[in-house]
């Protein structure tokens, strides 16, 4: 019962590092899903997922870029690194299009990320 | 104007009190609704659905108000364990769903 995993729990990078975060769903869901989180704001929305091979820009979608290569797989990448991206970034997954009650977000347990 | 909007807080009531707050959204055109219940720098996690009629969980009551374009929640009886960040959500187009800032609630013995 694994859920959505994401990898890793924290990390601390320099400004203009790379690096990828990883995300994996066991539960075959097709949508999935980037959030950042910053102090006492909501969740937004960085990239999507419909399916495996199709993504889209959510809200902040500078900076960062994401490929779905399998239903299971969604990694996020930030390529140069930049103060503005220390958040918490969550990954989400859902079973069917969020239509109608009954297709909530399953998250994962979120990564930790200071960029200085 | 936000797609979501929640009041803050904090809500501060005492164990065994009733509290309740909103949320407003600004597309009509959303469907689906939920409250998500947030710990603190832990993972939003599913609170309950909204449905078009009111529904009830336990202690929990979520309402939607299409015309005036709000949904509710409502805690009675309230537990310690309920102390937390509540957020409201909705799909504001499409596939993407949108989060409010949260409302937080602080239950004290």
């Known amino acids: 019962n694994a859920g959505v995993t994401q990898t890793p729990k924290f990390r601390i990078l320099k400004i203009g590092q790379s690096m990828t975060l990883q995300c994996t769903q066991d539960?075959?869901?097709?949508?999935m899903y980037w959030y950042r989180q910053d102090p006492g704001m909501g969740l937004k929305l960085i990239y999507y997922?419909?399916?495996?091979?199709?993504?889209d820009k959510g809200e902040v979608p500078n900076g960062y870029n994401v490929s779905r290569s399998t239903t299971e797989d969604f990694p996020l990448r930030l390529e140069l690194a930049a103060p503005s991206q220390t958040s918490v970034y969550f990954c989400?997954?859902?079973?069917?299009?969020?239509?109608?009650?009954?297709?909530?977000?399953?998250f994962g347990n979120g990564t930790r990320l200071t960029v200085t | 104007r936000k797609e979501v909007e929640q009041d803050p807080g904090p809500f501060n009531v005492p164990e065994g009190a009733t509290v309740a707050f909103n949320c407003t959204y600004s597309?009509?055109?959303?469907?689906?609704f939920f409250w998500y219940r947030q710990d603190c720098r832990k993972e939003p996690k599913l609170l309950m659905s909204?449905?078009?009629s009111g529904n009830e969980d336990g202690r929990f009551t979520a309402q939607l108000n299409r015309a005036s374009q709000y949904i509710s929640l409502l805690i009675r009886d309230s537990k310690l364990s309920d102390s937390a960040t509540y957020l409201c959500?909705?799909?504001?187009?499409?596939?993407?769903?949108?989060f409010g800032a949260g409302t937080t609630v602080t239950v004290r013995a």
């Open positions: 959500v909705v799909n504001s187009h499409d596939y993407k769903l949108s």
């Open positions: 909204v449905y078009s």
């Open positions: 997922s419909v399916g495996a091979g199709i993504t």
């Open positions: 539960m075959n869901h097709n949508y």
């Open positions: 597309n009509s055109a959303s469907q689906s």
């Open positions: 989400a997954s859902s079973s069917q299009a969020n239509r109608g009650p009954g297709s909530p977000l399953h």
